[in-house]
């Protein structure tokens, strides 16, 4: 069966840097969009960022460009998305998720087939 495995996530002050992986198994990763969705507590889950199946093409939230950067490795079945500034309004918990559709604008939890189970980040001010 498909799973997505993320980790990554902890403790990290106001500026400080994470480095979030998820590895993919059981499906045909190289095939796939991914993204990267986050949940804050009370809040709607909001598409992060997003990252073609060549890794020439990525899509960001307004709120975390120039501060975060999505990337893959289709060898290792692994998508990375590296957060630097990080603020204490990107606290939630990260998800990722696989899409088969090309990567799109407008990304929404209707359009994932596959998710992750979640990793916690947690910035402190």
């Known amino acids: 069966q498909v799973q997505l495995v993320e980790s990554g996530g902890g403790l990290v002050q106001a500026g400080g840097s994470l480095r979030l992986s998820c590895a993919a198994s059981g499906l045909t990763f190289s095939t796939y969009t991914m993204d990267w969705f986050r949940q804050a507590p009370g809040k709607e889950r909001e598409f992060v960022a997003g990252?073609?199946?060549?890794?020439?093409?990525?899509l960001y939230v307004e709120s975390v460009k120039g501060r975060f950067t999505v990337s893959r490795d289709n060898a290792k079945n692994t998508v990375y998305l590296q957060m630097n500034s990080l603020k204490p309004e990107d606290t939630a918990i990260y998800s990722c998720a696989a899409d088969r559709a090309p990567l799109r604008y407008k990304t929404t939890e209707s359009h994932i087939d596959y998710w992750g189970q979640g990793t916690q980040v947690t910035v402190s001010s």
């Open positions: 990252i073609n199946w060549s890794g020439d093409g990525k």
